[in-house]
């Protein structure tokens, strides 16, 4: 059974970086995406990033492109978000997320992922 294992979160000052992983346990089939999703305090979860196993399609939302980098690296089953110039809307809980229905191009709709981790705290101070 999929088992998503995400590490990297914590607490830095506004213009640091940080970088998020997401291993994933279990997994037999190599042909998915991996996405990151976000969620502050009082607000829904929100698309983030995702790239598709081989690495080669990627989608960022707009209010991190040029800052984050997605990245997968199918040997290791294992996907990362580097966040750099972090600023304090960034503050949320970090999920990594599997569509295992999707290889070729990611989505950025929320419904398609359907094997979650359990989320790791960033906090950007000011």
């Known amino acids: 059974q999929d088992r998503l294992v995400e590490s990297g979160g914590g607490l830095v000052q506004a213009g640091d970086s940080l970088r998020l992983s997401c291993a994933t346990k279990g997994r037999t089939s190599t042909h998915y995406s991996m996405g990151w999703f976000r969620q502050a305090p009082e607000k829904e979860r929100e698309f983030v990033a995702a790239?598709?196993?081989?690495?080669?399609?990627?989608r960022y939302s707009d209010s991190v492109k040029g800052r984050f980098t997605i990245s997968a690296d199918s040997a290791k089953n294992t996907a990362y978000l580097q966040m750099d110039t972090l600023k304090p809307e960034d503050t949320a809980v970090y999920y990594c997320?599997?569509?295992?229905?999707?290889?070729?191009?990611?989505?950025?709709?929320?419904?398609?992922?359907?094997?979650w981790g359990q989320g790791t705290q960033v906090t950007v101070s000011s």
């Open positions: 790239v598709t196993w081989n690495n080669i399609s990627k």
């Open positions: 997320a599997v569509d295992p229905d999707r290889w070729a191009t990611p989505t950025t709709n929320i419904r398609s992922y359907t094997i």
